[in-house]
């Protein structure tokens, strides 16, 4: 069982910046494939970014390509989410996920392919 636990979120200005971290719990942080994941009410929750396990391949939205940026920090078992020129739209709970095994350079971009989730953190922006 591995625990993921996001912190960084909050309210900021449009245009502002947030960093988003994601704490992981498990001696094998390196072999995990990381994503996140957000969800706004009444809405669908989608992949925002991810990152390969050999930290190799990235994958971003549309949406937020050119904006954000995730990375990943296996000694310290984190992996992060610089988000930056945030939106209006961009405002929504905020997921970090855990996928374990494929290759190490696979990107996962689907739910299904994730094993551990975290708590979520709340992304306020005010226009």
């Known amino acids: 069982q591995v625990r993921l636990v996001e912190s960084g979120g909050g309210l900021v200005q449009a245009g502002g910046s947030l960093r988003l971290s994601c704490a992981a719990s498990?001696?094998?942080?390196?072999?995990?494939?990381m994503g996140w994941f957000r969800q706004a009410p009444g809405k669908e929750r989608e992949c925002v970014s991810a990152?390969?396990?050999?930290?190799?391949?990235?994958y971003y939205a549309d949406s937020v390509e050119g904006r954000f940026a995730i990375s990943r920090e296996d000694a310290r078992n984190t992996v992060s989410l610089q988000m930056n020129s945030l939106k209006p739209e961009d405002a929504a709970v905020y997921y970090c996920?855990?996928?374990?095994?494929?290759?190490?350079?696979?990107?996962?971009?689907?739910?299904?392919?994730?094993?551990?989730w975290g708590q979520g953190t709340q992304v306020t922006v005010a226009s």
């Open positions: 990152l390969s396990w050999n930290g190799g391949r990235t």
């Open positions: 996920a855990a996928g374990a095994g494929g290759y190490s350079d696979y990107v996962r971009a689907q739910i299904a392919e994730y094993d551990y």
């Open positions: 498990t001696r094998t942080f390196s072999r995990y494939a």
